[in-house]
């Protein structure tokens, strides 16, 4: 419908225009400040086309005129206003594309929406067709629209709405090719006459738009989106400079990745590896800077969670994808099949970075693993795909290597490389740190026969190994446990001593209440005891540290190993002979109990200990 006056041409839009108004306004953009993201975004892609007109065709108006954004503000008189010299509308465009919903499907859209609210948000449907302009009536109750097609021939014209019922277009006076849009904010909308304000969210959404804005006099947009060059054209200088500007960060990073993507989802990104993890790297789950999400360089989301694994959330920097519409929202983008394709391909590309660093540059490598390993190794319980890849990430000290030099970590390959003859299992023993652990009397038996044991001190990875349950078809055991496989019978195995079994029973009889069982140490060399935990029990250092973390949380009873050829132990035997019911015996076998389970992790009751000691001492020194 139109009417004509004094040149003025007066269009109503169509029935569900102002729903759809409303709707945008209200649900679907929920920051004001989005209004200049699109405003600049629609400008870019007008200078783009001009761009490409340019290269074909020698007649269009302002040919050499430079490919720019200006915008004016002017916090007195309350008035803001955007400007290009890219492409123009004619005045058929204006009405077809400003004007009206291009898209058949816009209505039914908008009845599914009033029916369902947000829920209702079909991603496919909102990027079918474009509603960015209108963001501009979050901060505006008339909009002017001058434009310039690049059509020497072409007039200008000048649209005017208050975005409720009508807009009118009219000839007017423009010399220059191109779009002017400009408008007095509304009174809650004040802020975006600010020269500061404008010049944040340019930096926050627009930094990266490869045609120079100009705000006044002043370029803002510094940063060339450095993802759309070749790799072999940026300098590390360039790199550093953009790290350091997404990711808040002072120093350079430890190392970068540069993808260019085509395929079902095509998409460009540059990611960072940083130097150091926050302190608080296993709890900030909501680290505020993950990766940025572009779509054709104007940004869409900034730390958009969905675009990586939460186990590399360490991860900085920008993917590009033209594969999204501009305006999808948060909860668009969690279940939109192209984010989960393009956090599929970064991981795989991340995961072999590092295994590369691994292979490659030990010494970065370990730089990473000491920082973010603890995070990375979340994701062998996360993410199930790529577990084999990220357990062969790990990297162990053993009782063959020397902690101090972290170069000795071994890989479980290296490990597996080289087990012994016969050895079909792989031992690990976890504690708090390699020194407790390389004293520990499990290991005893293990170090005499020269059989490695991965020595497991971070306390991720004592949740994590009870869960690979083998290698390279090679089962993973804790030394902890009864039920080791050992590969040699110990030579202590059969006890020549026949009183052996009656001397067990005074154990378990005397430690009913604090153990599970007694036997005979096939893996014990210069202890005279230990503890080790039962076929079905978790591994000590495990229950440690649920102990810690639940107050009310009981152990499982463990087994006490006894080493019949100490001598300590031969001597309790001696005294078994000569009184099966010696006092002496039972407080030396619990005193000796007391001992082990205090360094296993347990503290006796002081004064009762203490007592006991004290008597023991007394017949000693008699
Ligand atoms: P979209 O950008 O997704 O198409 P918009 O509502 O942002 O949706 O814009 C609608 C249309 O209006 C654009 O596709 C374009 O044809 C036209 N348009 C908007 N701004 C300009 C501009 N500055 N220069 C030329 N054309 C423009
Ligand atoms: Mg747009």
Redesign the pocket.
Known sequence: MEKQKNNIQTFEYKAEMKQLLDLIIHSLYTHPEIFLR?LIS??A??LNKIRFRKLTDKNILDQDAPLEIKIEVDSKRETFSIE?T????TKE?LIN??GTIANSGTLDFIKIMQQQGKQGLDEKLIGQF?????AVFMVTDEVTIE?RCSDINEKAYSWKSTGTGTFTITECEKKHRG?KISFKVKESAKEFSQNYRIKEIINKYSNFVNFPIFLGKEKINTINALWYKKPEQTTSTELNEFYKFISNSSEPPLGHLQLSIEGTVSFKALLFIPENAPYDLLRSIHDEKSLNLYSNKVLIQSDCKPLLPEYLRFVKGVVDTADLP?NVSREITQSNPAMTKINQVITGKILSLLDNWAKNDKEKYFKFYKNFGPLLKTGINSDFYNRDKIIDLLRFNTSFTNDTNEFELISLKAYTQRMKEGQKEIYYLSGEHKEILDKNPNLEYFKENNIEVLLVTEPVEVFIMPSINEYDKKPLKSIDKADIDLIQKNKIETPEDKLSTSLLSVFKTTLADRVENVLISKRLINSPATLVVGKQGMDTQMEKMLKMMQKDFKGAKKILEINMSHPLIKNLSKMYIADSSSELLKKCILQLYDGVSFTDGNIPQAAEFTQRMVEIMQEATN
């Open positions: 699109e629609n400008s892609d007008a290009d890219g492409i123009g509308m465009e594309n400003i474009g509603v960015g302009f209108y434009t779009t501009l």
